[in-house]
């Protein structure tokens, strides 16, 4: 533990050039793969017609199924005890740039983190109890934006491509094997 309270972690080695990184520097990685919180006219690329409010609680969705794959591969690829570091830093990036910037909709920061919680349950009881696919969660969270109102059914089929686009969970998984 640091003189200022806060533990301080021994760094992870990263294969690639042997270079440390710490849990810190693994997470700002991480942030920097995600994709950017969507906006309207990003939407109507994919032929998504939207409001600036409905693209960020689409962007909220999103976000949420890419934490649900990152947290599952450091929990796969990362040693237990530099999980949490790595979740934290992570946690507190999103926060501080996204989150506080109001890029990812309406509600404090606590009640998404519940709301997270909840969606990661159904993304993880469809993969570890079903047997689900990477695309059939993606199915998953397109229902969940079109049952609230956000996208209409006609448009689950572009949705469903832009999930693709902007939630690569094996590229998570691939980031963090190379860390340890």
């Known amino acids: 533990m640091r003189d200022d309270g806060t533990l301080q972690y021994a760094p992870l080695t990263f294969t690639k050039g042997r270079q440390l990184v710490t849990p810190a520097e693994a997470a700002a990685a991480l942030f920097q793969m995600m994709p950017q919180p969507l906006s309207a ?20 969705e999103i976000l949420s199924l890419n934490l649900y794959w990152i947290l599952a591969a450091i929990d796969a690829h990362i040693p237990q005890k530099y999980r949490a570091a790595i979740r934290d830093a992570l946690f507190q990036r999103i926060r501080t740039e996204w989150w506080e910037q109001q890029r990812l909709g309406p509600g404090t920061w606590e009640e ?13 009881r469809l993969v570890d109890q079903e047997g689900m696919s990477h695309m059939a969660v993606s199915a998953e969270a397109a229902s969940l934006i079109e049952d609230q109102g956000l996208v209409t059914p006609e448009d689950r089929q572009k949705l469903l491509v832009l999930l693709i686009d902007y939630a690569p969970a094996a590229e998570y998984g691939q980031l963090l094997d190379s860390v340890g």
Do not use: W
Not at 44 to 60: F, L, N, P, Q, V
Not at 112 to 124: C, I, Q, S, T, W
């Open 112 to 124: 998404y983190r519940k709301e997270l919680d909840e969606r990661r349950a159904g993304y993880a």
């Open 41 to 60: 006219p990003q939407l109507e690329e994919y032929g998504i017609e939207a409001t600036e409010d409905h693209a960020r609680h689409i962007a909220r």
